[in-house]
């Protein structure tokens, strides 16, 4: 009888083990509630693994935490909305800028305005080769030519992921924060990239918990994009994807 409760006391502390980092979603099964569009995104990551884990690598950054980070992004990028989305608008944001038109780019969906802010905040990072990655705005004519590279950068996904190379080491620098552990790291991160690292602390905290993701033109139920951040990174961790 003893040995009976001994087993069920090691099977009870192996549960809790196995689902302790999942608190952050609050046992929400995203991959489930996504669906398809989770496995788009999922494939989007495994067949452009080869380039993504050594950009991260080479800049001393997770690839699990760098990919959690835009995972959602991943999720609800329409690469046919995308290129509609960019014919009608890119000719308006190089000509008038970000007040007229700033709109999501790629499969990460960077705005133009969030090209803009890392162009100015990357000079602040130590490191020489991140703040290589892009060229100064005195590197160009003009504003448009300056606007013009900042939609072709994010046109493309490997350039566009230096942009979010460069927003992890420019929130490195900006928040020097002890983290609990490397969830709430990640929680704090994409809640940043989400709503904006040019926020407070306090703000982006109080963002982590807000549900305004989803992946419909019309909104239904919606959920927290760093609580899918977080779902992601601990499912890639299990799978010793670093």
């Not at 009888?1 to 979603?25: A, D, H, N, P, V």
């Not at 992004?73 to 290129?83: M, P, V």
């Not at 963002?207 to 951040?229: H, N, P, R």
Request: hydrophobic share 35%; glycine share 4%; proline share 2%.
């Amino acid at each position: 009888m003893q040995r009976k409760y001994f087993y069920r006391i090691i099977l009870g502390l192996f549960t809790i083990l196995c689902f302790e980092g999942l608190s952050f979603s609050q046992g929400i099964d995203y991959k489930s509630i996504f669906g398809k569009d989770w496995d788009k995104a999922q494939s989007f990551v495994t067949e452009n693994e080869n380039w993504l884990k050594p950009a991260c690598e080479k800049n001393n950054i997770s690839f699990s935490f760098a990919v959690a980070i835009v995972f959602p992004e991943l999720i609800r990028y329409s690469a046919l909305q995308d290129k509609i989305e960019i014919s009608l608008l890119k000719t308006l944001y190089i000509n008038l800028g970000e007040e007229y038109a700033d709109f999501s780019v790629g499969p990460f969906q960077m705005k133009p305005s969030f090209g803009e802010e890392i162009h100015k905040k990357v000079l602040s990072v130590k490191e020489r080769k991140i703040r290589n990655l892009f060229k100064t705005g005195t590197s160009f004519k003009d504003v448009k030519e300056y606007r013009k590279s900042i939609v072709t950068d994010l046109e493309d996904p490997r350039s566009e992921f230096n942009y979010l190379i460069a927003f992890i080491k420019i929130c490195e620098h900006s928040y020097m924060i002890n983290w609990k552990d490397e969830n709430e790291k990640v929680k704090f991160f994409s809640s940043a990239y989400n709503c904006g690292s040019d926020k407070g602390q306090d703000y982006i905290y109080a963002m982590t918990e807000k549900k305004f993701f989803s992946t419909g033109l019309v909104k239904t139920k919606t959920y927290s994009y760093s609580d899918i951040s977080v779902y992601w990174y601990i499912l890639s961790s299990k799978s010793g994807n670093d």
